[in-house]
């Protein structure tokens, strides 16, 4: 996501880095740069002309001009700015009241319903019980869909009685919720091409029959500006609290992120990075605006270590590692798995500083690279019995050929693995004999 801006942004500030003094045309050239820069990237004019506008004052200020890193200020300033555009402070829906209510909106295609989904997914796994309420009744297959999504995701579903009217069916869900003590109740409302006054008057139907502390839009990133027309449109029509932006991983531009916040005045408060129920993200201005800038985001890297590593099974390995027979190639297969759980390659490059930038074929091999590689790496081990799982050893020509045929690979592939692992067991070895040589004890 922002790879087209993220890449203008440090063009534009190569230069600035080694300037030691800062005159007006330095800033004006550099801050073109980045106006044109936010034009492409498909945010709104008024949006990028303000945000250039309040850099180009900072950048100015005798605070800049002698400073003595007067660069790395304007910089400062520009990260500051795109901070503000997002929204400031990070914000997460309101589940304050119990149970606490929900209206997500949103146009058809823009991944509402999918949305719900992975938000009942997410609640429950912190321990909420929630309620899905289907208030599309115009489209019966968004009813089966979200029926679907509710089993898979451990939440609970009212569906619309025949000829039952939508305040009529929330007002029923509440009751529901109320007598079964749910936590959360989310209404998954009715969507159109595009909007018009019978959605309306639906939404502003429901809004009343049921007082829902969060009504939150749900926007495909990938239109552009015309999310920001839709976000504006229903923020005045209905009034949100909130947005959420769908298949940001799938565009490069990023424009809508930077324009519906300025426009509607309202936080972003999730976005869709992916098609994995997990891929659901808490939106951090700060730490997005650090991604844009090619700073990358350790914070999230981190969280998101911690939110796939399997504490146990990692400290099985470590005491295991510590014994004579060490890994095997079990382990091995659970260790690319774990990886595989932490999401796709060039999201995690997006977070390593300096790494946001690389050039975008290099990133797709890197990430189709890895992913051939956990496929194979899956398939062999699979082939394998469990005797030589424990004993790789004991894989001999007769064995690495009947391994390859079951995995429907070649013997080449069974050999890089057992080359690959046998590194693995070697770094794993010489950690081993580093720790040993640690001194023990208190430091003073």
Same mark, same amino acid.
Request: glycine share 8%; proline share 3%; hydrophobic share 40%.
């Given at each position: 996501?922002?790879?087209?801006?993220?890449?203008?942004?440090?063009?534009?500030?190569?230069?600035?880095?080694?300037?030691?003094?800062?005159?007006?045309? /330095?800033?004006?050239?550099?801050?073109?740069?980045?106006?044109?820069?936010?034009?492409?990237?498909?945010?709104?004019?008024?949006?990028?002309?303000?945000?250039?506008?309040?850099?180009?004052?900072?950048?100015?200020?005798?605070?800049?001009?002698?400073?003595? #890193?007067?660069?790395?200020?304007?910089?400062?300033?520009?990260?500051?700015?795109?901070?503000?555009?997002?929204?400031?402070?990070?914000?997460?829906?309101?589940?304050?009241?119990?149970?606490?209510?929900?209206?997500?909106?949103?146009?058809?295609?823009?991944?509402?319903? #999918?949305?719900?989904?992975?938000?009942?997914?997410?609640?429950?796994?912190?321990?909420?019980?929630?309620?899905?309420?289907?208030?599309?009744?115009?489209?019966?297959?968004?009813?089966? $869909?979200?029926?679907?999504?509710?089993?898979? /995701?451990?939440?609970?579903?009212?569906?619309?009685?025949?000829?039952?009217?939508?305040?009529?069916?929330?007002?029923?869900? %509440?009751?529901?919720?109320? =007598?079964?003590?749910?936590?959360?109740?989310?209404?998954?409302?009715?969507?159109?091409?595009?909007?018009?006054?019978?959605?309306?008057?639906?939404?502003?139907?429901?809004?009343?029959?049921?007082?829902?502390?969060?009504?939150?839009?749900?926007?495909?990133?990938?239109?552009?500006?015309?999310?920001?027309?839709?976000?504006?449109?229903?923020?005045?029509?209905?009034? %949100?609290?909130?947005?959420?932006?769908?298949?940001?991983?799938?565009?490069?531009?990023?424009?809508?992120?930077?324009?519906?916040?300025?426009?509607?005045? $309202?936080?972003?408060?999730?976005?869709?990075?992916?098609?994995?129920?997990?891929?659901? =993200?808490?939106?951090?201005?700060?730490?997005?605006?650090?991604?844009?800038?090619?700073?990358?985001?350790?914070?999230? %890297?981190?969280?998101?270590?911690?939110?796939?590593?399997?504490?146990?099974?990692?400290?099985?390995?470590?005491?295991?590692?510590?014994?004579?027979?060490?890994?095997?190639?079990?382990?091995?297969?659970?260790?690319?798995?774990?990886?595989?759980?932490?999401?796709?390659?060039?999201?995690?490059?997006?977070?390593?500083?300096?790494?946001?930038?690389?050039?975008?074929?290099?990133?797709?091999?890197?990430?189709?690279?890895?992913?051939?590689?956990?496929?194979?790496?899956?398939?062999?081990?699979?082939?394998?019995?469990?005797?030589?799982?424990?004993?790789?050893?004991?894989? /001999?020509?007769?064995?690495?050929?009947?391994?390859?045929?079951?995995?429907?690979?070649?013997?080449?592939?069974?050999?890089?693995?057992?080359?690959?692992?046998?590194?693995?067991?070697?770094?794993?070895?010489?950690?081993? /004999?580093?720790?040993?040589?640690?001194?023990?004890?208190?430091?003073?």
């Amino acid at each position: 996501m922002f790879d087209k801006l993220s890449s203008r942004f440090q063009n534009a500030f190569r230069n600035l880095r080694g300037f030691g003094k800062i005159s007006e045309q /330095n800033i004006q050239e550099a801050l073109r740069e980045v106006r044109m820069a936010l034009l492409e990237a498909d945010v709104h004019y008024a949006t990028a002309k303000t945000f250039i506008e309040r850099v180009k004052a900072k950048s100015l200020g005798e605070e800049v001009l002698q400073s003595v #890193t007067p660069g790395q200020q304007i910089i400062k300033a520009v990260y500051d700015e795109l901070v503000v555009l997002l929204g400031g402070e990070q914000r997460d829906f309101d589940l304050s009241a119990i149970p606490a209510k929900i209206m997500l909106l949103g146009l058809h295609g823009s991944g509402k319903t #999918t949305t719900s989904g992975k938000l009942a997914r997410l609640w429950k796994e912190k321990g909420k019980k929630v309620l899905l309420v289907a208030c599309d009744i115009r489209r019966p297959a968004a009813v089966d $869909q979200l029926a679907v999504l509710a089993k898979q /995701n451990g939440a609970g579903i009212v569906k619309p009685e025949p000829g039952e009217m939508v305040p009529a069916l929330g007002r029923r869900a %509440l009751k529901y919720a109320r =007598e079964t003590y749910c936590d959360i109740v989310l209404f998954d409302t009715g969507g159109r091409f595009q909007i018009d006054g019978e959605l309306v008057a639906e939404l502003k139907a429901l809004k009343d029959a049921v007082e829902p502390q969060n009504i939150v839009l749900v926007l495909d990133a990938a239109i552009g500006q015309e999310s920001v027309s839709v976000a504006q449109t229903f923020n005045e029509a209905v009034g %949100l609290t909130g947005l959420i932006l769908t298949k940001l991983d799938g565009d490069a531009r990023g424009g809508a992120a930077l324009s519906v916040v300025s426009v509607t005045h $309202q936080p972003i408060l999730r976005v869709g990075t992916g098609e994995r129920a997990e891929d659901l =993200e808490l939106f951090h201005p700060d730490r997005m605006a650090s991604r844009i800038l090619g700073m990358g985001d350790v914070v999230s %890297l981190v969280e998101k270590v911690q939110e796939t590593m399997d504490v146990e099974e990692a400290e099985r390995l470590q005491q295991k590692m510590q014994r004579k027979d060490g890994l095997d190639l079990t382990d091995f297969l659970g260790q690319m798995r774990q990886l595989k759980r932490m999401g796709s390659m060039g999201k995690l490059l997006e977070m390593i500083p300096g790494m946001g930038g690389m050039k975008d074929e290099l990133r797709s091999r890197l990430e189709t690279d890895s992913g051939d590689k956990m496929k194979k790496t899956e398939a062999l081990i699979l082939s394998m019995t469990p005797r030589e799982r424990r004993r790789p050893d004991i894989i /001999n020509a007769s064995r690495r050929k009947r391994i390859a045929r079951g995995s429907g690979l070649q013997v080449s592939d069974v050999n890089e693995l057992l080359r690959s692992f046998k590194q693995a067991q070697q770094m794993a070895k010489k950690m081993k /004999n580093m720790q040993k040589r640690m001194p023990r004890g208190k430091f003073f």
